[in-house]
C-alpha cells in the first residue's frame, strides 16, 4: 500500500519568506509527527498529533514554526520569516494510533538562500 | 552530554560479515527501541521494534536490549552490499510521551 507521502520533495526559498510543507500519512493511522534532520543528525521531533489535535508540541523551536491537521488525515506545517538555520530536511510520520511503530516519509529537503 | 550517543563511523565491512551497531543512552524512563535503516536521500525505514529488555531476531537482524546497563545493539548477519546505509537507533519513554529520540546514525558500507 501507499507510504507516507510529503510534498514538496526539495523546496528552496529566501530568507524570510513563508513556506508550507504538505504531509499525507498512511491511510487509516490516526497518529502523525513531524520531525526535522539537520546534516550528519538523526531526526529530532517536532510535533504530533492524535487525530486533528495537536498532542505534543514541545519540540517545535519556536513560533514561526505552526502545523495544522484540519480533518485528522493530512497536515501541513508551516514556517514564518524563514531563516537559513531553518535549512533541514523535514520528515513526516505515521503511527496506526499513538505509540504504535512510525512509519516515515523520505522528506521535504528545505534550503534557505 | 546527549541523551543517545551513536557512534557515526563509518563503518567499512566485507560482504558476509557479522556487523554490530549500538547506541548508550542516559534516560532511565526510555521504555521502547527502535532501529531504522536510512538510505540517501530517503526517509528512515524501520527495521526493529522492541519494548523493554531482551532480544528479538527477524531475519538476518537481532536487536538486543540492555535496559541495566543503558545499551542496545543491532547485528546483522550476513551482510550484503544492499546493507550500505545510515542506521539510526531510536527510543521513547512509555505510555503518554510518543516522541521518538534518535542517535546520530552509523553509516555503513558493505564492500563486495
Known sequence: GAGVSQTPSNKVTEKGKYVELRCDPISGHTALYWYRQSLGQGPEFLIYFQGTGAADDSGLPNDRFFAVRPEGSVSTLKIQRTERGDSAVYLCASSLAGGQPQHFGDGTRLSIL | ?112
Do not use: H
Open chain 2, 1 to 112: 552530554q546527549k541523551e543517545v550517543e551513536q557512534d557515526p563511523g563509518p563503518l567499512s565491512v566485507p560482504e558476509g560479515a557479522i556487523v554490530s551497531l549500538n547506541c548508550t543512552y542516559s534516560n532511565s524512563a526510555f521504555q521502547y527501541f527502535m532501529w531504522y535503516r536510512q538510505y540517501s536521500r530517503k526517509g528512515p525505514e524501520l527495521l526493529m521494534y522492541t519494548y523493554s529488555s531482551g532480544n528479538k531476531e527477524d531475519g538476518r537482524f537481532t536487536a538486543q536490549v540492555d535496559k541495566s546497563s543503558k545499551y542496545i545493539s543491532l547485528f546483522i548477519r550476513d551482510s550484503q552490499p544492499s546493507d550500505s546505509a545510515t542506521y539510526l537507533c531510536a527510543m521513547r519513554p512509555g505510555a503518554g510521551s510518543y516522541q521518538l529520540t534518535f542517535g546520530k546514525g552509523t553509516k555503513l558500507s558493505v564492500i563486495p
